[in-house]
């Protein structure tokens, strides 16, 4: 089976911008959850999916939002680019308790 | 608040010796731990897992070990390798009130084997 699959794997914006990162799934996962990872923070979770459905949020702010297609592919969107979002962002497919990470997309806000 | 702690962020240990990465959790409700090897430019993959209910679980050279009422789990390698050099991440399973899952991680050990 072929992995998670996150595009793009780079990308460079600028503050105030908006960006969109694509994820998607392990063929059969209906489970897509995005991450944040940032030197000293580890993995801070963003939201899980599921069948479209939005199940899970964690702690960040509204300009942060995501959706899931009926193909179970996920996007998720950052609006008004802040220089503390720059980071990896991970997704990670899952059929039941372990989940299955892309390579995540690297993000720089200048 | 960070639920799921990783206080050594760095560990170093000569080849075939036992390496010891520690994680000390909050939350008495997570009821599933996991731990995740990441190395660099790839995503976290997924190493080991051991549920509440259980103290212990081997798999390979990796065991993990889980103490509830201390809150601490501890992953063991042994003997360890150069390819395990790598960030391994401690992270942990709870319900939200609609019956699914949330995982929380911690922020990760990096563990170098020296040959």
């Known amino acids: 089976k072929a992995g998670v699959t996150q595009t793009p794997r780079y990308l460079i914006k600028t503050r105030g911008q908006q960006v969109t990162l694509s994820c998607s799934p392990i063929?059969?996962?209906?489970?897509v959850s995005w991450y944040q990872q940032t030197p000293g923070q580890g993995l801070q979770f963003l939201f899980e999916?599921?069948?479209?459905?939005?199940?899970n949020k964690g702690n960040f702010p509204g300009r942060f939002s995501g959706r899931q297609f009926s193909n179970s592919r996920s996007e998720m969107n950052v609006s008004t680019l802040e220089l503390g979002d720059s980071a990896l962002y991970l997704c990670a497919s899952s059929p039941d308790r372990e989940q299955f990470f892309g390579p995540g997309t690297r993000l720089t806000v200048l | 608040d960070q639920q799921v702690k990783q206080n050594s962020p760095s560990l170093s240990v000569q080849e075939g010796r036992i390496s010891i990465l520690n994680c000390d959790y909050t939350?008495?409700?997570?009821?599933?731990f996991l731990w995740y090897k990441k190395y660099p430019a790839e995503g976290p993959t997924f190493l080991i897992s051991?549920?509440?209910?259980?103290d212990k679980n081997e798999d390979g050279r990796f065991t993990v070990f889980l103490n509830k009422s201390a809150k601490h789990l501890s992953l063991h390698i042994v003997p360890s390798q150069p390819g395990d050099s790598a960030v391994y991440f401690c992270?942990?399973?709870?319900?939200?009130?609609?019956?699914?899952?949330?995982?929380?991680f911690g922020i990760g050990t990096k563990l170098q084997v020296i040959p």
């Open positions: 051991i549920s509440s209910i259980k």
């Open positions: 999916y599921f069948s479209e459905t939005q199940r």
């Open positions: 939350n008495s409700m997570f009821d599933y």
């Open positions: 992270a942990a399973r709870s319900m939200n009130s609609g019956g699914y899952q949330k995982v929380t």
């Open positions: 063929s059969g996962h209906r489970s």
